[in-house]
């Protein structure tokens, strides 16, 4: 039997399949390009996994993927800590539950109008 995945996997998952009798995993090393590319898939998978299960285990995974992100655009957590303190002035954090229905304006703003095309966010409409 052979089970498909063709996704990216933590660096010792190989190694440990491999150590199971019976079992052989087939892998790859991917390119800088594909392997940004399946990092933002993976990144969509453990938020996914997250919102289904709400678990730490699954907080853990989301977070190893943004800390991979980080190392690879070279991005410090001291610059990811001071511009989110600098969002929260500026804008607030989300402890009020404030849940925004729409917005009533003259003219049209091009900036949210490309904003509400993205189709993750048409995807996400209920």
Known sequence: MKYIYNK?????IPENIDKMEGRKANYIILEDRQYLEELDKKLF?????FIEEHSVEELADLM????TIMKI???LMNDVE???????DRK?????????????QDQIDEREEK??????????KN
């Open 8 to 12: 990216l996997v933590r660096d010792k």
């Open 45 to 49: 998978e453990e938020a996914h996994e």
């Open 64 to 67: 190893e993927v943004i800390y």
């Open 73 to 75: 655009n070279n991005i």
């Open 82 to 88: 001071n511009t989110r303190k600098i969002k929260k």
């Open 92 to 104: 607030g954090g989300f402890n009020n539950r404030i849940y925004l229905i729409d917005v009533e």
């Open 115 to 124: 904003e509400m095309k993205k189709d993750w966010r048409r995807k996400n």
